[in-house]
């Protein structure tokens, strides 16, 4: 179960996925393209949980979807 938002300060790249219902591939996409920075810890990749949130707001807002 991926840690909430609340209690941790950055997550693991497969944990960012499943907090943001996104894929691992698509968090790859984003931090090559620049657009979701990260931090290195030694071989581990993390991604301030702030810069998540920061990302995902940033984001354009949806319309409507067709059922």
Known sequence: ???SP????????PDAA??????RAKIY???NAGR???RKA??????RVAD???YIDALPAGGPVAA
Request: positive net charge; charged residues 10%; glycine residues 6%.
């Open 52 to 54: 998540l949130q920061a």
């Open 29 to 31: 996409r984003e931090i």
């Open 36 to 38: 979701l920075p990260v």
């Open 1 to 3: 179960m991926a840690p």
């Open 6 to 13: 609340s209690s941790t300060l950055a997550v693991s790249i």
């Open 18 to 23: 499943k907090m943001v219902g996104f894929s």
């Open 42 to 47: 030694g071989h581990r990749t993390l991604i």
